[in-house]
């Protein structure tokens, strides 16, 4: 997971909104398809973007800046001028609820309601879809970087992007003979290396099983009674297991046939950003949102022209 932004040193910037950081990346994905596709230095584009549903306010103020950067900006030494011609947001988890609906029809989504849920890094988001429309959506701070604060509190000198990485790839498998849990310890004194690993595990594990127990509290308090729930973000492939136990009543949707879209799509990009199976799953997986809302987005704008 994030092995780009372990290459150079990122931070995950959990303090700022994320439609601020989206103006130069989305810059730098414009610039690098106009050079690719060797388009001239003025063309028109049509957008569409996810934002955390506790950002989704500022779905205005991120068009009017971003339709103001593209009008002169430089990328590789090429000035490139371009318009806005159309420009589409919508809160994150909606690409998944539009796919359903293509996927089982108008009639059939209007007569559900589907819950999505988004499972972050950086928090935790409920949309709630009625009659068709999102009627309603709720966020806190329950992200996954809270259960990796629990583990540094509870450990000595862990890095959190390391944390992170050696969490996820450790699963339900929160042991001492866990390869990626193993490689977490810093001590190299062997009287001292059993007493270190055993403080991880119990740190992770005691970390996670509050981090659910947060979560699940949440979902009793705020998730009304649903004919379906949809299962996104990094951190539910994580909690599987207990998401799947949670709504063993309900029926739920993971994405699986995107994801296997995605990874057609991506294969012979993927390798060259993940080491392992898990680390590919992960990265598929956190795509199918978007990837969702851009063949909606695709089939909208080809039925326009």
Same mark, same amino acid.
């Not at 909690?239 to 046939?257: K, P, R, V």
């Given at each position: 997971?994030?092995?780009?932004?372990?290459?150079f040193s990122a931070?995950?910037?959990?303090?700022?909104?994320?439609?601020?950081?989206?103006?130069?990346? &989305?810059?730098?994905?414009?610039?690098?398809?106009?050079?690719?596709?060797?388009?001239?230095?003025?063309?028109?584009?049509?957008?569409?973007?996810?934002?955390?549903?506790?950002? =989704?306010? *500022? $779905?205005? &103020?991120?068009?009017?800046?971003?339709?103001?950067?593209?009008?002169?900006?430089?990328f590789r030494g090429?000035?490139?001028?371009?318009?806005?011609?159309?420009?589409?947001?919508?809160?994150?988890?909606?690409?998944?609820?539009?796919?359903?609906? $293509?996927?089982?029809?108008?009639?059939?989504? *209007?007569?559900?309601?589907?819950?999505?849920? +988004?499972?972050?890094? $950086?928090?935790?988001?409920?949309?709630?879809?009625?009659?068709?429309? +999102?009627?309603?959506?709720?966020?806190?701070?329950?992200?996954?970087?809270? +259960?990796?604060? $629990?583990? !540094?509190?509870?450990?000595?000198?862990?890095?959190?992007? &390391?944390?992170?990485?050696?969490? =996820?790839?450790?699963?339900?498998?929160?042991?001492?003979?866990?390869?990626?849990?193993?490689?977490?310890?810093?001590?190299?004194?062997?009287?001292?290396?059993?007493?270190?690993?055993?403080? !991880?595990?119990?740190?992770?594990?005691?970390?996670? &099983?509050? =981090?659910?127990?947060?979560?699940?509290?949440?979902?009793?308090?705020?998730?009304?009674?649903?004919?379906?729930?949809?299962?996104?973000?990094?951190?539910?492939? =994580?909690?599987?297991?207990?998401?799947?136990?949670? @709504?063993?009543? !309900?029926?739920?949707?993971?994405?699986?046939?995107?994801?296997?879209?995605?990874?057609?799509?991506?294969?012979?990009?993927? *390798?060259?950003?993940?080491?392992?199976?898990?680390?590919?799953?992960?990265?598929?997986?956190?795509?199918?949102?978007?990837?969702?809302? @851009? +063949?909606?987005?695709?089939?909208?704008?080809?039925?326009?022209?």
């Amino acid at each position: 997971m994030g092995f780009l932004a372990r290459q150079f040193s990122a931070s995950a910037r959990l303090d700022k909104l994320k439609y601020e950081t989206s103006i130069h990346k &989305a810059l730098a994905v414009i610039g690098a398809i106009a050079q690719h596709n060797k388009l001239p230095n003025r063309f028109s584009l049509s957008l569409t973007s996810l934002l955390p549903y506790g950002e =989704y306010q *500022n $779905r205005q &103020a991120f068009e009017q800046q971003l339709q103001s950067a593209l009008k002169d900006f430089r990328f590789r030494g090429q000035r490139l001028r371009v318009k806005l011609e159309r420009f589409e947001c919508l809160p994150e988890g909606a690409g998944l609820a539009m796919i359903r609906q $293509r996927q089982n029809g108008k009639e059939w989504f *209007n007569a559900q309601t589907i819950a999505v849920l +988004m499972f972050g890094h $950086r928090n935790t988001s409920l949309l709630l879809f009625e009659r068709g429309k +999102m009627t309603v959506g709720y966020t806190n701070g329950l992200g996954f970087h809270q +259960m990796v604060k $629990r583990v !540094i509190e509870r450990t000595s000198g862990q890095d959190a992007t &390391a944390l992170t990485s050696a969490i =996820y790839a450790a699963g339900s498998d929160i042991t001492a003979d866990n390869q990626a849990i193993r490689a977490l310890v810093k001590s190299r004194e062997p009287k001292n290396i059993d007493y270190e690993l055993q403080m !991880i595990v119990n740190a992770i594990a005691t970390a996670k &099983a509050e =981090y659910w127990s947060r979560l699940y509290d949440w979902l009793e308090s705020t998730l009304p009674a649903v004919n379906e729930v949809i299962l996104s973000g990094g951190a539910a492939l =994580y909690l599987e297991q207990e998401l799947q136990d949670c @709504f063993q009543e !309900i029926s739920t949707y993971w994405g699986a046939d995107l994801q296997q879209q995605v990874q057609e799509v991506f294969k012979d990009k993927s *390798n060259d950003y993940c080491h392992t199976f898990r680390e590919q799953e992960a990265l598929s997986f956190r795509l199918i949102d978007a990837f969702g809302l @851009f +063949m909606r987005f695709r089939a909208q704008i080809e039925k326009v022209a």
